[in-house]
């Protein structure tokens, strides 16, 4: 049953999905999607000419790759927009600055020059008025253990290769980050409180939430 009707969700609706490497972002997207009957876009993970080198050695590797993503990015903000809406994003534009990129600087993996021209071609890009925000930011956290299990279960070498201490700071940086998040509005969910794997029907209170978070944020909109 499309629960987009059921639930009155605005079929322009463009919901991001946000959290760290493992917590279950392209899994909810699809089950999302396919609830809502959304277009989905994700990242390209097998088709990324950098991903791999990236993780054998941050240092040469991290800008070009934070540029690929942005540009990659980019073009899905696109697609949405001339689409005009009705979709499920597996990770947001924000998380790019906000934690890789901006982590790969502090810890000395990124230099200073390549950080400043990145974030002044982020801010270019993004922070202007004909950058359309998500409507919905969906939040997914969980414990540093069950991420890394699922890191592991999952199964990508290079991911398995990472020493454990990357995930941990990753992990630290995205509660910081979301407690000052304010780009669009968030909906949090704890990854204990729902399992899309072995339950399809979990998702059907995750949509039920998700739109009377919209239904409110949308008359409070409508009030201002
Ligand atoms: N609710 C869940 N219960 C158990 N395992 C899950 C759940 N959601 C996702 N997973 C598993 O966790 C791993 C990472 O999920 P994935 O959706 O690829 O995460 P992300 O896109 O955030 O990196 C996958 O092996 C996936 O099958
Ligand atoms: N902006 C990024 N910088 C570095 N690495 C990134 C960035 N965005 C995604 N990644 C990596 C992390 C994972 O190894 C893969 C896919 O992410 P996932 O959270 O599994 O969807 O890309």
Known sequence: MNLRKKYEIPNDTVITI???VGVGKSTMTNAL????DFRT???????NPYLDKFYNDFERWSFHLQIYFLAERFKEQKRIFEYGG????????YEDTGIFAK????KGTMNKVDYETYTSLFEAMVLTPYFPHPD??????????DILERIQV????MEQQTPIEYWKEMHARYEEWINHFNACPVLRLNINDYDLINNEESIEPIVERIASFLHQTRKLRLKV
């Open 136 to 145: 919905l930011l969906i939040y997914i956290e969980g414990s540093l253990d």
């Open 41 to 47: 876009s994700f990242e390209k993970v097998d088709t």
């Open 103 to 106: 982590m790969h600087y502090e």
């Open 154 to 157: 999952r199964g990508r070498p």
């Open 18 to 20: 946000a959290g760290t």
């Open 33 to 36: 999607a396919n609830a809502l």
């Open 86 to 93: 009705g979709f499920v994003q597996d990770r947001s534009i």
